[in-house]
């Protein structure tokens, strides 16, 4: 029986367009650090997409927030690693500027509502790519709270990212939970549908910004939109504990 539903943010409970989601990310962060820093934006950048990619290779042996800063420094500079409060301070303010690639749907929140009442751990599973403050930032435009959930992933709290398995693993690790006793809500099929549902969970694939790069068949999965998950949300069953 399903007792925790994990939810991807962007996406997911987050509407964005990712491109320019991504775009304008960079165009605040080098605003704020180039200069002080004296990297030209190019380099900047291309250090941070390798920093991030550090993450996405990590096989659970550092936490990602250590492998990014530690292959950042390495790029950058080891006086970065007098910033990190820096990048905080960045998230708490520039990054809002982000939020103008994004959409709220009240089919999130109500869905979230939902399932907590119905007796479901709900887990914001979100690739931890991101500091807490800036994911809880996100969590916060999509109407949501890091409250409503038993976990919310984010850099230093996680030692692997999706795609790998290793990062549902960890989640059932921290929470004590079965594989099968859990459902992946997302609208990536590589990263949210393949991944998870190697493990055994359930899954339901949110087609509002529907990822799909490998071109796999979806039509294995669950699916529709995040109203017609608020809709199936509701028929599911009440959890007894």
Do not use: H
């Not at 367009?17 to 165009?27: A, G, H, K, L, P």
Request: hydrophobic share 40%.
């Amino acid at each position: 029986m399903i007792k925790t539903v994990l939810f991807d943010l962007d996406g997911t409970m987050l509407p964005m367009d990712q491109d320019e989601f991504v775009r304008i990310y960079f165009v605040e962060l080098c605003k704020r650090f180039c200069p002080e820093l004296g990297l030209d934006e190019k380099s900047f950048i291309k250090a941070m997409w390798k920093a991030t990619g550090a993450m996405i290779r990590n096989d659970g042996s550092e936490l990602n927030a250590d492998a990014f800063w530690s292959n950042f420094s390495k790029l950058v500079g080891k006086n970065i690693l007098s910033k990190i409060k820096d990048f905080d301070n960045f998230y708490e303010n520039e990054f809002i500027e982000c939020k103008a690639a994004t959409k709220y749907n009240p089919a999130v929140p109500e869905a979230i509502k939902v399932l907590r009442n119905k007796g479901y751990i709900t887990v914001a599973a979100t690739n931890p790519l991101f500091p807490p403050v800036a994911t809880n930032r996100r969590l916060n435009w999509a109407g949501v709270d890091k409250r409503d959930f038993a976990l919310v992933t984010t850099y230093d709290n996680c030692s692997s990212c999706k795609p790998n398995p290793l990062y549902f693993r960890e989640i059932c690790e921290k929470l004590k939970l079965e594989p099968e006793e859990c459902m992946m809500v997302g609208n990536d099929v590589d990263e949210d549908m393949l991944s998870a549902s190697s493990l055994g969970m359930d899954t339901f694939l949110v087609t509002d910004c529907l990822l799909n790069r490998s071109e796999s068949n979806s039509s294995v999965y669950k699916q529709g939109s995040f109203k017609d998950f608020l809709n199936y949300s509701r028929m599911m069953p009440d959890v007894k504990r």
